[in-house]
């Protein structure tokens, strides 16, 4: 299976997943505190920087986040056609910046770490009795672990309509997408039940 984590030496290697995921949460509510287009800009080009520590090349990096920077263009494009220009940028800095710094912090953490981490935040849920923290931190580390294996599936069906001589049209890639995507949901969820693992009854 694929993996959204890049091996490295980095200093975003280095430093603690709880801090790393400490550090993402601050830098999310500045973005959405901050309205100055300079200082957005400047964050923007921090995330990038720390973004390339990665050493990932332009290709690798593009297959990654083509699929959300798409949708940030959208979202972009979408407020310039019902606000103002000034708004529309705004929030394309915004959403970019967050996304390089997820993105960087995903990559340079394990899943196991993020499983880890997403448990002990939760655990206060756990003592007032509304949930398994256990269960949340698998739930989140499934999702993280299987977003690459979702963007292959795309892909192999994308490329199996070339193949064909078939035009590839939103309704026929989403439908297999899905069938495909809730099959294997269904066996990891039996998989798992089968090994005790979820708490929750």
């Known amino acids: 299976m694929r993996t959204l984590y890049v ?3 980095s200093l975003l290697h280095r430093l603690s997943p709880r801090l790393k995921l400490l550090l993402l949460a601050g830098a999310s509510v500045a973005l959405f505190v901050v309205s100055s ?3 957005l800009g400047i964050m923007a080009v921090c995330s990038a920087g720390l973004y390339a520590m990665l050493g990932l090349s332009l290709r690798d990096s593009w297959q990654r986040l083509r699929p959300i920077l798409l949708t940030i263009v959208i979202v972009a494009l979408f407020t310039l056609l019902v606000d103002t220009p000034v708004q529309a940028a705004t929030v394309l800095l915004r959403l970019t910046s967050l996304m390089l710094l997820a ?3 995903t990559a340079t953490t394990g899943i196991g770490a993020f499983i880890d981490e997403i448990t002990w935040l939760a655990l206060p849920l ?3 009795g ?3 923290a256990s269960d949340i931190g ?3 580390g499934l999702v ?3 977003v690459p294996e979702v963007l292959l599936r795309y892909i192999s069906i994308r490329d199996a309509h070339y193949a064909r001589g078939l035009k590839p049209r939103p309704l026929t890639l989403a439908v ?3 069938i495909l995507t809730l099959r294997s949901a269904d066996e990891i969820a039996a998989a798992i039940d089968a090994r005790g693992l979820r708490g929750q009854k």
């Open 144 to 146: 993280i672990r299987f």
């Open 138 to 140: 698998l739930s989140v």
């Open 126 to 128: 756990e003592r007032l």
């Open 7 to 9: 091996q490295g030496d």
């Open 37 to 39: 287009l300079p200082l």
């Open 103 to 105: 993105a960087a912090i």
């Open 176 to 178: 297999p997408m899905i």
């Open 130 to 132: 509304l949930m398994k």
